[in-house]
Each structure stands twice: as C-alpha cells, then as structure tokens.
C-alpha cells in the first residue's frame, strides 16, 4: 500500500495525537516475527501526519528494542491490549453478536484487518477530526472494510452519541459487544458513569463490555517514571495532562449492580498467559491499569 499525505488538523494534538502513538506502536508490533497482532494500515496514519515526522513504525527503528520505555515497553503493551481486545471481540462474534460498538474507535481498523462473520456491523464513534483523518487515509489506500462498516461523529462526554447511534442503524434489541479501549483514561469519572449507564440500557442479553482503566492512584515515583518520561520529552504526548485527575468510579461495581457478570485482570496476566508483553517492574506505569471484561445477564 502507497499513500500520500492527507490534511490533517486536529489529530496533530492531544487526545488525537495520542491516537497516532498507538498507531506507531501497532505498526511496531506488527513488524516483530513474535507479533501480538498486526495492523498493515496503522504505519499508513504516522506517516500521513506531518507531527510524527521521524516516528519508528518499524521494530529495526528502534535500536534498544523492548528496553526502550517508549517504543519498547509501552509499545509492547499496546500491542498486547490490541490482542487481548481482538480476541475478546472475537469471541463474542463467535457465541454469535453481529453488532460491535467501538466507543472512542481512534485509528482503530478493526472492521478492515478481522475476520468478521459477513453479517456483521461495526460502529466506530469518535470525535469527527480523527475520523475524518481516517477515512481520508484509507480513501487513499483504496482499503476496503470486510463487513459493514459505520463511523459516527459524536462526543462521548455529550448524551448525545446515543441518538446518533440508533440514527444510524443501530439495534438496542440486539446483543451487543461494546469495546472502550483506552477511551476511560481521559474522560471525566462523571462522563465514565454516563457511559456505562448508557451502554447498560441499550445492550440486550448477552452483550459484552470490554474496557481500560486505571484504578490505582500513582506514587510520585511512577508519576516520573522513564514511560511516562519518554513520552512527554521525545514525542511531546504529556499522558499524566491527558489523564484526567478526579477520583475514578468502580465502573467494574456500577456494572455488577446492573446486572452484568464482570472479571477484571491486570495487563500482566495476559502477558503471562501469552508468553509475551511487558512484565511488572518497580515504579511501572502500567501497574495501574485494569482490563474488564464483562457479559450482560440482566
């Protein structure tokens, strides 16, 4: 695939920005002969974007490899949690969900790189910047999504995303697999609630949840720990600024009262599972972060 370079506006800075860092890191990880998964469209978005000029989107552009805080480590882990929420994605279309709702969908090229069932739907919501940034790069990659594929304009932290989801062809009838990945870090606790209670009354029996977290306040050792380090000073993502700084809910709670069956794991038991991924070290900044996945059982 050949691409030129697209406009670009606001996906050059914040949120969105952090949106191309894990781009770069998934099109890392899709370069490793161990990969975790692999994304043949995210090195396309770097190299669209004139602020990730000089980016790696190769592991051989990384000379420390997985020693590197930035391109290594936290590289690793998301390449990991995209394995982790491909795989629970797919096993939700396998127990027979044809409907997936990725909330905050970022770059994600879900409905282009799995094998979906051919009946299947996926919602992207996100802000309409990144969106458009997407679909403009892809539009020049002549990509093509292998199910039905329908991006939505919305703000997640407004009401009303929920409207313009059943607008545009969503079933709140049908099972549902709704999927938040890195989406919670940023949002208000109190937009997190809106959420989830919105994703509780438009999900049928036998939806799923698959969300991140981090439900730990960090040591000022972490908090100047070389991840977050690198980040701020090579690339210019600030990801303590990002986070937002109020106390965070027990979503995991709010979702068990409602009737959901939750399990909640920390990155590490995947790496574990899997034989590769980041591993605990002292003062990480990733021992903060929660997966949970959930099945709704009201």
Same mark, same amino acid.
């Given at each position: 695939m050949a691409a030129t370079v697209p406009?670009?506006?606001?996906?050059?800075?914040?949120?969105?920005?952090t949106a191309l860092?894990?781009?770069?890191?998934?099109?890392?990880?899709?370069? !490793?002969?161990?990969?975790?998964?692999?994304?043949?469209?995210?090195?396309?978005?770097?190299?669209?974007?004139?602020?990730c000029?000089?980016?790696?989107?190769?592991?051989?552009?990384?000379?420390?490899?997985?020693?590197?805080?930035?391109w290594g480590r936290l590289g690793r882990y998301f390449g990991l949690r995209t394995r982790v929420f491909d795989d629970h994605l797919l096993e939700s279309a396998e127990a027979g969900i044809r409907q997936v709702v990725l909330l905050g969908a970022g770059l994600d090229t879900?409905?282009?790189?799995?094998?979906?069932?051919?009946? +299947?739907?996926?919602?992207?919501?996100?802000q309409e910047p990144v969106l458009a940034f997407k679909q403009r790069t892809l539009d020049i990659l002549g990509a093509t999504p292998r199910v039905r594929r329908v991006p939505i304009a919305a703000d997640l932290c407004l009401d009303t995303?929920?409207?313009?989801?059943?607008?545009?062809?969503?079933?709140?009838? !049908?099972?549902?697999?709704?999927?938040?990945?890195g989406l919670?870090?940023?949002?208000? +606790?109190?937009?997190?609630? !809106?959420?989830?209670?919105?994703?509780?009354?438009?999900?049928?029996?036998?939806?799923?949840?698959a969300y991140e977290v981090k439900r730990i306040a960090e040591t000022a050792a972490v908090?100047?720990?070389?991840?977050?380090?690198?980040?701020?000073? !090579?690339?210019?993502?600030?990801l303590l600024?990002?986070?937002?700084?109020?106390?965070?809910?027990? +979503?995991?709670a709010d979702l068990t009262h409602h009737g959901w069956q939750t399990q909640t794991c920390t990155p590490f038991d995947h790496s574990h599972r899997l034989g590769r991924g980041p591993r605990p070290e002292p003062h990480d900044a990733l021992a903060a972060n929660r997966w949970t996945f959930a099945v709704h059982r009201p």
């Open positions: 406009d670009t506006t606001d996906i050059d800075g914040g949120v969105g920005l860092m894990v781009a770069a890191a998934r099109a890392i990880e899709t370069g !490793r002969p161990d990969a975790l998964a692999r994304d043949e469209y995210a090195g396309h978005f770097v190299r669209a974007a004139p602020a000029a000089g980016w790696p989107i190769r592991p051989e552009e990384v000379p420390e490899g997985e020693a590197d805080p930035l879900r409905a282009f790189r799995l094998p979906w069932p051919h009946d +299947s739907a996926v919602f992207e919501i996100d995303w929920q409207d313009a989801l059943t607008a545009a062809g969503f079933d709140p009838a !049908r099972p549902t697999a709704w999927l938040a990945e919670f870090l940023y949002l208000p +606790s109190a937009a997190e609630r !809106r959420v989830i209670a919105a994703v509780t009354a438009h999900s049928a029996a036998g939806s799923t949840f908090r100047n720990s070389p991840v977050y380090t690198a980040a701020r000073e !090579r690339i210019g993502i600030d600024a990002l986070f937002d700084p109020d106390p965070r809910p027990d +979503s995991a």
